[in-house]
C-alpha cells in the first residue's frame, strides 16, 4: 500500500514548456486534489475531482488542466509553463474527512 | 470566501515551556485539521476535529475546536526540539464541496535547547 505517489519529485522547465505530473492512490478514494504551495504559504487549491469522471476547479486553476483518468490518477498538465508556476505541487485524496498527502514535486520554471 | 488566519505566524520556543498556535476561520466550516510540516517534507496529519468543544491529544500536541468562536487552538505541552517544523490549520465545509481544504499560512515553530 504506497498510499499517494507522485512523479516527478523535481523538475525544471524554460517558459513555455509543457509538462505533466503524474499522482496515482491505492487507497480506492473517490476524491483527488492538486495543490500548490509557495514560500511561507498554505495550500491552495487548483483543481479537484470529487470523484471519477469529474473535475472542478479550485482557487487559483489559471495555466492548468486537469484529468482524472480513472479512480486512481489524477494528472495536472502545464501547457505552458510561467515563472510564476514555480511552487511545489502537492496532490492528495480523501476518504470521507481524511486527506492523504503525496510527497510533492518541486517544480522551477525559469 | 473562507478565510484562514493563524498566528503566530512564527513561533520560537524554549524546551520545557507550553506555547499555543491559534487559528480563526472566517465562515462557518464542518471540519477543521491540523497538519505538521518538515521542511521539504509532505504535510503530516495531526488532528481532525469535527464538532463544537472537540478536544483530541496525541503526545505533547493537543487541539481544541470552538466552533462558536470560528477559533481552533493548538496547545504544546513541555516543548521538545522534535516539534520544530511548520504547523498548518484547514478547514472544510460541508460534503458537496469535495472536502476541498482552506489552510491557514502557517506556524513556524522552532523549538531551542
Known amino acids: 500500500n504506497a498510499g499517494v505517489t507522485q512523479t516527478p519529485k523535481f523538475q525544471v522547465l524554460k517558459t513555455g514548456q509543457s509538462m505533466t505530473l503524474q499522482c496515482a492512490q491505492d487507497?480506492?478514494?473517490?476524491?483527488m486534489y492538486w495543490y500548490r504551495q509557495d514560500p511561507g504559504m498554505g495550500l491552495r487549491l487548483i483543481y479537484y475531482?470529487?470523484?471519477?469522471?469529474?473535475?472542478d476547479k479550485g482557487e487559483v486553476p489559471n495555466g492548468y488542466n486537469v484529468s482524472r483518468l480513472n479512480k486512481r490518477e489524477f494528472s495536472l498538465r502545464l501547457e505552458s509553463a510561467a515563472p510564476s508556476q514555480t511552487s511545489v505541487y502537492f496532490c492528495?485524496?480523501?476518504?470521507?474527512?481524511?486527506?492523504?498527502f503525496g510527497p510533492g514535486t518541486r517544480l522551477t520554471v525559469l | 470566501e473562507l478565510k484562514v488566519e493563524q498566528n503566530p505566524l512564527f513561533l520560537s520556543m524554549q524546551e520545557g515551556k507550553n506555547y499555543t498556535i491559534y487559528c480563526n476561520y472566517s465562515?462557518?466550516?464542518?471540519?477543521l485539521y491540523w497538519y505538521r510540516q518538515d521542511p521539504g517534507k509532505s504535510l503530516e496529519s495531526l488532528f481532525v476535529l469535527l464538532s463544537n468543544g472537540a478536544v483530541k491529544q496525541e503526545g505533547r500536541l493537543m487541539a481544541s475546536l470552538d466552533t462558536k468562536a470560528r477559533l481552533s487552538t493548538l496547545h504544546i505541552t513541555a516543548a521538545v526540539h522534535d516539534l520544530s517544523a511548520t504547523y498548518f490549520c484547514a478547514v472544510a465545509r460541508g460534503w458537496g464541496f469535495g472536502n476541498v481544504l482552506h489552510c491557514g499560512s502557517g506556524t513556524q515553530v522552532i523549538v531551542l535547547p
Open positions: 475531482s470529487a470523484s471519477e469522471g469529474t473535475t
Open positions: 465562515t462557518t466550516s464542518d471540519r
Open positions: 492528495a485524496s480523501t476518504l470521507r474527512e481524511t486527506q492523504f
Open positions: 487507497m480506492n478514494h473517490n476524491s
